[in-house]
């Protein structure tokens, strides 16, 4: 699986931007898909992750309320809707897949990654 990320930006705090990562692979609808983000002098951190079906969401508490996850598999995209941003969400957003049992909010658990998108949120 090959994954693409797009839609960073700068947001004023208080705004929403709209994350998209397209991937490549006949098998995108059996993995579950995650993102998460990295800020500067920060370890990675997960955001929010979706099960293969799309029926199972889950969020950070710092982004729950505020964030949407969601996906397509018919066109093999997954998007992370970011509202109400404030300057604490800047950062390198990453999306990632994989095929995990456990550990969903753990980056070790993920087997493919893109190449991550820049957000950048002012106050």
């Known amino acids: 699986v090959q994954l693409q990320a797009s839609g960073g930006g700068l947001v004023q705090a208080g705004g929403s931007l709209r994350l998209s990562c397209a991937a490549s692979?006949?098998?995108?609808?059996?993995?579950?898909l995650g993102w998460f983000r990295e800020a500067p002098g920060k370890e990675r951190e997960f955001v929010a992750a979706?099960?293969?079906?799309?029926?199972?969401?889950y969020y950070a508490d710092s982004v729950k309320g505020r964030f949407t996850i969601s996906r397509d598999n018919a066109k093999n995209l997954v998007n992370l809707q970011m509202n109400s941003s404030k300057p604490e969400d800047t950062a390198v957003y990453y999306c990632?897949?994989?095929?995990?049992?456990?550990?969903?909010?753990?980056?070790?658990?993920?087997?493919?990654w893109g190449q991550g998108t820049l957000v950048t949120v002012s106050s």
């Open positions: 979706i099960t293969s079906s799309g029926g199972s969401t």
């Open positions: 692979g006949r098998t995108f609808s059996s993995y579950i």
């Open positions: 990632a897949a994989g095929l995990m049992y456990s550990g969903i909010r753990s980056p070790r658990r993920y087997d493919y």
